[in-house]
T-cell receptor, first 109, second 116 residues
Framework: TQLLEQSPQFLSIQEGENLTVYCNSSSVFSSLQWYRQEPGEGPVLLVTVVTGGEVKKLKRLTFQFGDARKDSSLHITAAQPGDTGLYLCAGGATNKLIFGTGTLLAVQP | ETGVTQSPTHLIKTRGQQVTLRCSSQSGHNTVSWYQQALGQGPQFIFQYYREEENGRGNFPPRFSGLQFPNYSSELNVNALELDDSALYLC???????????????FGPGTRLLVL
């Protein structure tokens, strides 16, 4: 069974701080995606990484796929209240996405 | 907005009842996947339909069933509801059947089901 564990589970920080969210698995994935989900809405895709060691940047967000394609990280620089939400990693498997356990981020003004 | 719509937005049922949830895919998308998301957790894959045929199923009992129609809209049916079925049910559509590198899936806002 392919599982994705995220850490931390909860994170409450002040505006302007930096943070990193981790997504780990014992399984290899062909691709890994990061989503953000806000209350009352479905997950929205932030990025897809497919190559081991790949780094992608999206404004203040930096995503990295591990060399062995088993883990990933999301780093946010100078967090803002608008970054608040549930962050989900998801591994690409045949016909489906396997979602991680989620990290709930609250950024206080 | 993703263009994926779901109805109803909220639903309250009692244990043992049956429920049908509906999803309208984004225009041009022929694949729909359904997920169950318990409070504070990541979504769990229920099943996927590609061009009206089931194309993969997660670890859910047979009382969870689905349909995809010729216009690619979809239904999720759950029979004999249990308390643990209380969750947010998400559908996601994609342009084509996800391959090894995953066609991007676009999620609807979900249906919040409460079973009493």
């Amino acid at each position: 069974t392919q599982l994705l564990e995220q850490s931390p589970q909860f994170l409450s920080i002040q505006e302007g701080e930096n943070l990193t969210v981790y997504c780990n698995s014992s399984s290899v994935f062909s691709s890994l995606q990061w989503y953000r989900q806000e209350p009352g809405e479905g997950p929205v895709l932030l990025v897809t990484v497919v190559t081991g060691g790949e780094v992608k940047k999206l404004k203040r967000l930096t995503f990295q796929f591990g060399d062995a394609r088993k883990d990933s990280s999301l780093h946010i620089t100078a967090a803002q209240p608008g970054d608040t939400g549930l962050y989900l990693c998801a591994g690409g498997a045949t016909n489906k996405l396997i979602f991680g356990t989620g990290t709930l981020l609250a950024v206080q003004p | 907005e993703t263009g994926v719509t779901q109805s109803p937005t909220h639903l309250i049922k009692t244990r043992g009842q049956q429920v049908t949830l509906r999803c309208s895919s984004q225009s041009g998308h022929n694949t729909v996947s359904w997920y169950q998301q318990a409070l504070g957790q990541g979504p769990q894959f229920i099943f996927q339909y590609y061009r009206e045929e089931e194309n993969g199923r997660g670890n859910f009992p047979p009382r969870f069933s689905g349909l995809q129609f010729p216009n690619y809209s979809s239904e999720l049916n759950v029979n004999a509801l249990e308390l643990d079925d209380s969750a947010l049910y998400l559908c996601a559509s994609s342009y084509d059947m996800p391959g090894p590198y995953q066609e991007t899936q676009y999620f609807g806002p979900g249906t919040r089901l409460l079973v009493l």
